[in-house]
């Protein structure tokens, strides 16, 4: 699927082949988003953002609003490219032996762990805060992504494999965290019939089944089981992406995602309203712990437990990347915007507890966004 480009002006046809033009948008989407969520247009801003949309096949566990059918139906589109790219990688590129596979899924594990053990020291005694421990543990692709790309020549690409592969890593470890700690009992029929559907098209790929029709509908058919079973449905677009022949690797959405899904997932989840909010918020548990959690245990695991790793010759630094590279990806690494919200409003029964860990998520994103961003652009040589 290609978009054609022939009508757009010569430079707009540059800004829309350049990998920093969809960055541009999606931080400009995001920081639109934002500022009307705390304009006096907030209420108009609110009513699209939860404009009622929900299907009745998809039961009560289906996305119900505009907000959630693009959070979890068309980012899985993103994490369908995502992977593809890492399939590359993996086959002739910066991930094709295991020790460079190893690397970023230990830096995921350890960027979790630290994160969440930081959390907990900081709300001990806190008994109504023990349950958002989880809260600091992701890392947020859509929002990393556009950073590394605006910093061009400055991130190597070995680098940014490794990076995007680590936060791959990261949602699919926090996804089983929320299905362990923080979700009920999936429904099993619907389950079944997913593994069947995903079953059936890992054998139609080996049967050398190259239409592309096949995987969309089987794909369409397995996000709406993931759905119904009470699982994630971004994990659809993993497991496609997964099983996509090699002819059907490159099926064009780029462009759709770059364009298209990502600025409005940043328009829509950006939206937090800082209402009523005032610098001594961040000082009470959930709040600072979740922002300690995001902005020091983040690079302190994923750059620790990275380090670690190749010391102990178990994993491979990426090709290329200097300490300080790697460490300033690992401060990127503390955004953890759309994950982290999702586990705050599974973790939380009390409201207030919510509004006040969410301050603390977008207060953590922001700082680690900006340090990363410093970090890696002024900080070194490209």
Partial sequence: MSISTAFLPRRLQALWRSPTGGACVLLLASVLGFG????????????????????????????????????????????????????QEISDGHLSS?????????????????????????????VEAARGWAIPIATDAAFTLPIILLLGARVAPAARV????????????GIGVIAIFYGSAPCWPALGCACMVLAGLVAVRRGGVVNPCVYGLGGMLLWGLCVRAGVQPTLAGVAIGACLPAPLARPGLNAVVTWGVLPLFGFLNAGVSLAGA????????????????????KPVGVFGASMLAARLGVASLPEASSLHMLFGLSLLCGIGFTISLFIASLAFTDPALVETAKLGIFTGSLIAALSGWLWLRFGGRP
Wanted: no cysteine; proline share 7%; aromatic share 8%.
């Fill in 162 to 173: 490794w990076l995007m592969a680590l936060a791959v890593f990261d949602d699919l470890l």
């Fill in 36 to 87: 009307l969520a705390n304009s006096p247009w907030a209420g108009a801003y609110g009513a699209v953002a939860h404009w009622p949309l929900s299907l009745a096949v998809l039961g009560a566990q289906g996305p119900r609003t505009l907000t959630a059918w693009v959070s979890d139906g068309l980012m899985a589109l993103f994490f369908l490219t995502i992977i593809l790219e890492i399939r």
């Fill in 278 to 297: 005032h610098v001594g918020m961040l000082l009470a548990p959930v709040p600072l712990g979740v922002m300690l959690g995001l902005v020091v245990g």
């Fill in 98 to 126: 295991p020790r460079k596979v190893a690397l970023p899924l230990i830096g995921a594990l350890g960027g979790m762990v630290v994160p969440a053990l930081i959390y907990v020291f900081t709300t001990r005694g806190a």
